[in-house]
């Protein structure tokens, strides 16, 4: 069994704290930190921060070299195992064994079925030690959408709702804007940027004329991190089973890819070259209504390499995908206010019909967002 000293532990947070730089830009790649020691010194440090640029390994070699230091001899402590293929950069095993690093710790393996322990195999066969497990649930942590497509072909799926403390999403009129607080939609913009696609009805986005878009303005604190063009759209994904959706509404005005879910297409209009249309199965709900396939539609996304997923949707799409177990977290914004017994409900679940078949979650964080408190649960198996 291994044992790690409480420097090693040291050195590994601050690979994890490292690897939380990339979390807004690496998709479809996971987040990863690493740090080179030599004499119980940090000699170079580095995170992978997009697709297509050099590892978190490959950028920490880079760093020691650009200040000086030799690594032969160093340890290297990477929050995931070395990679061992060559996708668009060169292994980046193959890379520490070039530098001389004598030992490698990992916090985990890579959880791609395929390539899992081969990294470490690589470095082990060039006589470099390797151990793995050192703050395991905190390196987890950095990606449970890509952690989830490779182990079982499925996005991390979040749902965000805002209600009042009441559980109303609007007036019966249909009025909304705004419920909640301008530091609260700061913090949904910051939820858009971290997610790979965000799904949404047709029904929200001519309600709203919504553009499902992030707004880099609109981000907080967070744009003293990343400047504008580091920052990547999500894929928006409108389910519009009835094509009920126009190329003039706003969602259209904003270049970056979209993906309408059709059971059909005929007739439609000319769109943009960004906008995909994509025919999805159906199948009949409670209701006996012809509904698109959501499991189908979520593995669809898989296939495509999306790892996290984001529902921004009304209560009945929103609804449909808790209904059918399809959302590992719930993130719930609730502002104090009350909006009265004729306001519009959270979520509809028509098939919770006793206090049985309720879904159970666990309330993971809760937090004060300006006024308003945010919630983070995830379902029970």
Partial sequence: MSTFSLQDHAFMQRAIRLAKKGHYTTSPNPNVGCVLVLNNEIIGEGFHQKAGQGHAEVNAIADAKANGFDTQGATAYVTLEPCSHFGRTPPCAQGLIKAGVKQV???????????????????????????????????????????????????????????????????????????????????????????????????????????????????????????????????????????????????????????????????????????????????????????????????????????????ESGAQLAGAFIEQNLVDELILFQAPKLLGSDGKSLVAMPSIETLSSAKNLVVKDIRMVGPDIRITAKFKP
């Avoid at 060039?126 to 151990?131: D, F, R, S, V």
């Avoid at 913090?187 to 309600?207: F, K, M």
């Fill in 105 to 311: 710790i990992a916090a985990m393996v890579d959880p791609n079925p395929e390539v899992s322990g081969r990294g470490l195999a690589m470095l082990e066969q060039a006589g470099i030690k390797t151990q793995v497990g050192l703050l395991n649930a905190d390196a987890l942590a950095l990606n449970p959408g890509f952690i989830k497509r490779m182990t079982k072909n499925l996005p991390y799926v979040r749902c965000k709702l805002a209600a009042s403390l009441d559980g109303k999403t609007a007036m019966a009129n249909g009025e909304s804007k705004w419920i909640t607080s301008s530091p609260a939609r700061e913090n949904v913009q910051q939820l858009r940027a971290q997610s790979c696609a965000i799904i949404s009805g047709a029904t929200s986005i001519i309600t709203d004329n919504a553009k499902m878009s992030v707004r880099w303005q609109e981000l907080g604190e967070l744009k003293n991190s990343y400047a504008e063009s580091d920052l990547r759209q999500p894929v928006r994904v409108i389910i519009d089973s009835q094509n009920r959706l126009t190329p003039d509404l706003a969602l259209f005005q904003i270049p970056s890819p979209i993906i309408l879910v059709r059971t059909a297409i005929e007739n439609l209009p000319k769109w943009p070259h960004f906008v995909e249309q994509v025919v999805c199965k159906t199948v009949k709900n409670s209701q006996d209504q012809e509904k698109i396939d959501l499991p189908a539609l979520i593995a669809l996304l898989a296939e495509r390499g999306l790892n996290d997923i984001l529902v």
